[in-house]
């Protein structure tokens, strides 16, 4: 008996050896990196799909011996809590910081913070340094992401998508002036004057039309905080006091020219007819509006092309690799023919 009961011992034994083993292995095999992600706000279409295609495309980058531990959080569009949030994000020893800035002009001091953490820093969608007309950085000095190697920005040139929304204009038979007096007339629904997307974004659509010898005259001008309700306000209030002098409506961003419609539909007037509508992001709502004749053209805002950007820089840089400080994903004009081709 003593024989038996020694012999069971033995081999419980071994079966504990063995699985003790292995799960020690099977840890010290992987390689796990948190990834801090601080997005300025959840309640935005464009940072919606963005944020989600991030998390999706991370997951396809974990292995056997690599996984990528993402925290999200919301910055609720106020620059106290995002920064607090990145605060926390260095505290809890991450790896990486992927950061859509509340504020561009909050950059340096984030860039500052980061990069004396010691933590690799992926500036996202916003980029945080202007330039003026001849390319020129418009704050002397200025260094945050240049001469960094731990610091990036991964976006898309806003000029290209202000002078897209001009170029569709352009493209109209009547070049964008519906009533045919020879001046083209517009309302300009602005997302953030501090955002520099939204500042060339006003400033080339014009331009483009300009450039082009069509003369323009601005009936309003107004922020709309990239939010739909806001855009609905400021259309509807063009809509009262200028009525059919307005040609065309321009919106920094689909969102907004979501709301621009809803105004412009409960004034009882049609897109292509009454006026023209343009927005920027391509969102699946503004495709079914532009398929419905309800929308003239927006512009497509890469989020996968640019989240997939994002997230191979991070991928990497973490790997011992090294990092650019840009990385530029393409715009796409969005008008009749491309709906027609594409969706």
């Not at 500036?123 to 001469?147: F, H, Q, S, T």
Request: hydrophobic share 40%; charged share 20%.
């Amino acid at each position: 008996m003593k024989k038996v009961l020694s012999l069971l011992l033995a081999v419980v034994m071994m079966f504990s050896l063995v699985a003790c083993g292995g799960g020690e292995e099977a840890g010290s095999d992987v390689t796990t990196y948190k990834v801090g992600v601080a997005i300025y706000q959840f309640d935005d279409n464009f940072m919606t799909n963005y944020r989600n295609e991030l998390v999706s495309y991370f997951e396809t980058k974990n292995t056997d011996t690599v996984k990528y531990e993402v925290t999200l959080v919301d910055g609720k569009n106020d620059m106290a809590t995002q920064t607090d949030q990145i605060r926390n994000f260095i505290t809890q020893g991450m790896d990486l910081i992927i950061c859509n800035l509340v504020q561009t002009s909050s950059a340096d001091a984030i860039i500052d913070e980061v990069v004396a953490a010691e933590i690799p820093l992926v500036l996202i969608n916003r980029e945080p340094l202007a330039y003026d007309a001849d390319g020129v950085p418009v704050k002397e000095g200025y260094e945050g992401i240049l001469n960094n190697p731990t610091v990036c920005y991964v976006g898309s040139d806003a000029r290209q998508s202000g002078t897209y929304q001009g170029e569709i204009v352009l493209a109209l038979d009547n070049k964008g002036d519906v009533d045919g007096d020879g001046v083209v007339r517009y309302v300009m629904v602005v997302g953030d004057p501090e955002n520099i997307d939204a500042q060339f974004r006003t400033e080339y659509s014009i331009k483009a039309l300009k450039d082009a010898g069509v003369e323009v005259e601005c009936l309003v001008e107004q922020i709309g905080n990239w939010a739909t309700d806001q855009g609905q306000t400021i259309t509807a209030n063009a809509i009262t006091a200028h009525g059919d002098k307005i040609d065309v409506v321009f919106c920094n961003n689909d969102g907004m020219a979501l709301g621009a419609y809803a105004a412009i539909e409960a004034a009882g007037l049609k897109v292509g007819e009454d006026l023209y509508l343009l927005g920027v992001d391509a969102l699946p709502e503004a495709i079914d509006l532009m398929k419905a004749g309800n929308m003239t053209g927006t512009v497509l805002n890469d989020h996968i092309a640019q989240s997939h950007a994002a997230v191979d820089a991070a991928v990497d840089v973490l790997a011992g690799g090294e990092m650019q400080n840009y990385y530029w994903a393409n715009y796409a004009k969005v008008d009749k023919a491309y709906v027609d081709a594409n969706y």
